[in-house]
């Protein structure tokens, strides 16, 4: 069974600031997302990587996909407010293509 | 363009009942998949779907959940007999032909069982 970890869990951090989070498997895979989610809404998907070593930008938001494709980060720069969510990552491979194994989330809020 | 749609967003079944959960995927998009999410738990991958056939039913549960996708119409997730244990948000998600991996979710819907 592939398993997405995801750390920190929680996140309170000031507006301002930067932050990184984590997400590690012992496993491989083909491609990774990254999506949000709102409190009562359904994941918003932010990116896809695909090739190791990979990194995407968006806006303040930059991405990359470890050179093993087995681990993910997320790297927010200056977060506001209106980052706060439900942070998730989601690991697909070609072989089982239908299925989305997601991780177990980082939760983050930013204050004024 | 309107995205994944699902309905109702809230419903509540008493023990036993039955629910039906719908979903209309994006424009285009012809694979359906549903997962779920249990209360202070992650997203769980239930079941992915074509027009007219099911895919990878490997994460629905063996009793008492089905789904289809028929060739009109929009996809639907039936619980039978509701259980308490059944009360959690069930997402849909569509992607596009030959882009599997880039799945959009509905809003989902969230059952609680009574």
């Known amino acids: 069974t592939q398993l997405l970890e995801q750390s920190p869990q929680f996140l309170s951090i000031q507006e301002g600031e930067n932050l990184t989070v984590y997400c590690n498997s012992s496993?491989?895979?083909?491609?990774l997302q990254w999506y949000r989610q709102e409190p009562g809404e359904g994941p918003v998907l932010l990116v896809t990587?695909?090739?190791?070593?990979e990194v995407k930008k968006l806006k303040r938001l930059t991405f990359q996909f470890g050179d093993a494709r087995k681990d993910s980060s997320l790297h927010i720069t200056a977060a506001q407010p209106g980052d706060t969510g439900l942070y998730l990552c989601?690991?697909?491979?070609?072989?089982?293509?239908?299925?989305?194994?997601f991780g177990t989330g980082t939760r983050l809020q930013v204050t004024l | 363009n309107a995205g994944v749609m699902q309905n109702p967003r809230h419903l509540v079944r008493r023990r036993g009942q039955e629910a039906r959960l719908r979903c209309s995927p994006m424009?285009?998009?012809?694979?359906v998949y549903w997962y779920r999410q249990l209360p202070e738990e992650g997203l769980k991958f239930m079941v992915y779907?074509?027009?007219?056939?099911?895919?990878?039913e490997s994460g629905m549960p063996k009793e008492r959940f089905s789904a289809e996708f028929p060739k009109e119409g929009p996809s639907i997730l039936r619980i039978q007999q509701v259980v308490r244990g059944d009360s959690a948000a069930y997402f849909c998600?569509?992607?596009?032909?030959?882009?599997?991996?880039?799945?959009?979710f509905g809003p989902g819907t969230r059952l609680t069982v009574l």
């Open positions: 496993s491989v895979f083909s491609s």
């Open positions: 779907l074509q027009k007219e056939n099911i895919i990878d």
């Open positions: 990587v695909v090739t190791g070593g």
């Open positions: 424009k285009g998009h012809s694979h």
């Open positions: 989601a690991g697909s491979n070609t072989g089982t293509a239908s299925k989305l194994t």
């Open positions: 998600a569509s992607s596009p032909p030959n882009r599997y991996n880039e799945q959009f």
